[in-house]
């Protein structure tokens, strides 16, 4: 790039700012009024808010950022986004055309679902934000490991809302981030003072300022524009300052609305003084005037370049860019302008004055002053596209097909998680050099607490533990060091999702790849299920083990009891969720998870069981601290492949079987016994064992779909296992978990189901007593079968 802020630089900069605006509210006209719009819904518009970050973005993408850095772009301010990667020569005009449309740019940028370099996806305004700070952990977390050091240090940036900040997510991370040491890291608040609704409250910006500082942030203020500098250096300059300092948002922002002949009377009555004051504003005419107020730091290129090239080190930065919500468009302040969108009218008086013929709308250097070739230049020289495709690949990381652990004869899976993970730290193999967990507070009580003591905490600069130096016992060595594997978070479950969702996309960020596995409380998914459901949405790649979880953990209190988590487990796109019983079954599925989530190949259903394997995704365990007697049995190949499809037959049912026992997790014993129970009044029982409600649920419903598309030969797992069974005969379902996350097994084949699970929660009590409150025992079982499956009476009814 030729000297920075050269005049001709700055020059076309400018041109290209207009031109980002222009195309970014030509693509929502395009989509509203000249496209074909047979539903008459409409397609959402967000012209004032793109036009509050055009100058900022232009500074950004077309000179300050390197091909290193990564931005979270807020959300609504999509259009600029497209209309520069468009400018860059990285988005196609069919894309914009189809601006929010099947298979168009996306209204939300979209790291899975848009074609054009997206860093960070956004939408659910807050989450984007966060990821910047994780992925700035996540690049030093990277580095400090000794990896990527090829590669230059990116910076982390979020363009955020001001009334972004409202969401408490961003706080947290601000927290965590304080803690951690965070570097490298911007965000630049688009301070319109505006929000969807409402003008936000007045002096925003100094809490934002205190907090940021006390946060450890550096701050730095874009206020004023260069017009208005030089406006305040002239006499009664001093005047129109303090007006301005103390104009209330709202009148502000109606004046924005109004336009020169408002901003002069107002400016007339309340600090005319006949003096250097009324010729400040004389010197003026209406148009310069409404000019200058509207001449705010953040639409003042000169100034936000400055303000950028300004930062030489590596703290993090908070930019709070005041700005005009609808700058440049006669949206411009007005209060309900966040959906508005420009009239045809409107826009043909844009189009004029922007010089861009009709039919000419798309063309990329249409009505710009400089000519083509000059700009062309000046894009080819962009530091941000000098170096191609910004996506980085990582090799995937072999994982052996077993992993080893002890199973003792009376354990629980978070144990056995516990035990496998001490064994895989214990070793020296890739996958654990590779593995980094985190935990919001809950490390020792989820059991990482023995993985963590060999592998260390991560810190980039060395803590020892003090009770170690101080030699007094401790279970738990903490110590801290750069080449810790495990991230110790504060309690903000936000959190957890938040760098998972960071560390699970580092093979695409830093092209290193890093094998994440969070832990928390199964109850506190809900916390922070937002965060988890953007982090699968962006593809991000990690494990997440929840334990305890349901009403097993008993004592623990009702507050922490689980029912909808299952559900969510099945629902959440892109997570495959588990919930084995046993621990040799949790070996199985670590190991497949561990090699499912780096896979990203071509989406084919398997014939197998008709999932999209080779897509891969994320993984989610629901885990007990129920201590149950272990099944002693060789894990063979069948039995391997039958857990990570979702069910095997613990007891395969007779040909003439009038019941099947189907259950998930913890209530294996109270199923083993009521079968047990059962054998002599009722024929060939059938005892399945769900490994994956979410999985095998899946793969029926692609074998449906298989079917219906013509492949009548397509069969899934559970219509597989079910083949044998009599349509009379009845299934009762159970697990610590809503009911529905199984009930819907007699849709597969047309059985009678009752299923069995947890509606209510909140009491405490011990194991036995609440699976009888909530009618998950043995007993239940039985008496549910004798209802479904009618025949003589059970005669352990009640007995159990
Ligand atoms: C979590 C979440 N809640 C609500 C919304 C709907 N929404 C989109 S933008 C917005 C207000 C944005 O105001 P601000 O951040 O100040 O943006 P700008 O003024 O730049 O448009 C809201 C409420 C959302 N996208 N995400
Ligand atoms: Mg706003």
Redesign the pocket.
Known sequence: MTSSGSPQDLSILAELERKVLWLATWTIHHANHVRDNADGLKVGG?Q??CA??ATIMTALYFRTLRPQDRVAV????SPNFHAIQYLLGRQTRDKLEAFRGFKGAQS?PSRTKDTDDVDFST?????GVAQTLFSSLTQDYVRSHGWGLARPEGRMIAL??????D?GNIFEAMLEGWKQGLRNCWWIV?Y?R????AV?REGLWERYQNLFRNFGWDVVLLKYGALQETAFAEPGGEVLRQWIDSCPNQLYSALVFQGGAAWRKRLNDEIGDQGPVTALLERRSDDELARLMNNLGGHDLPSIIAAFDAVDHDRPVCFIAYTI?GYGLPLAGHKDN?AGLMTPAQMETFRKSMNIRPGEEWSRFEGLEHPAAEIEAFLDRVPFASAGNRSLLAERIAVPESLAVTIQTQMSTQLGFGALLNELGRGDTSVAARMVTASPDVTVSTSLGPWVNRRGLFAREALADTFKSERIPSTFNWEFSPKGQHIELGIAEMNLFSVLSALGLSHVINGERLLPIGTLYDPFIARGL?ALNYACYQDARFILVATPSGITLAPEGGAHQSIAEPLIGMAQDGLAAFEPAFVDELAVILAFALDYIQREGGAEPSERNWLRDETGGSVYLRLSTRPIEQIKRNMTPALRQSIVDGAYWLRAPGPNCQLVVAYTGAVAPEAIQAVGLMAEDRRDIGLLAISSADRLNAGWAAACRARERGLIHARSHIERLFAGLPRHCGIVTVLDGHPATLAWLGAVSGHCVRPLGVEHFGQTGSIDELYRHYGIDASAIIAAAQVIAPGRPIRYLGAA
């Open positions: 967000h004032a808010s509050s970050l807020k959300p609504h301010a939300y939408g659910s305004v807050g989450l955020l809302g001001d009334a972004e900040l969401e688009d319109n505006q929000s969807l609704d936000v919500k966040h937002d």
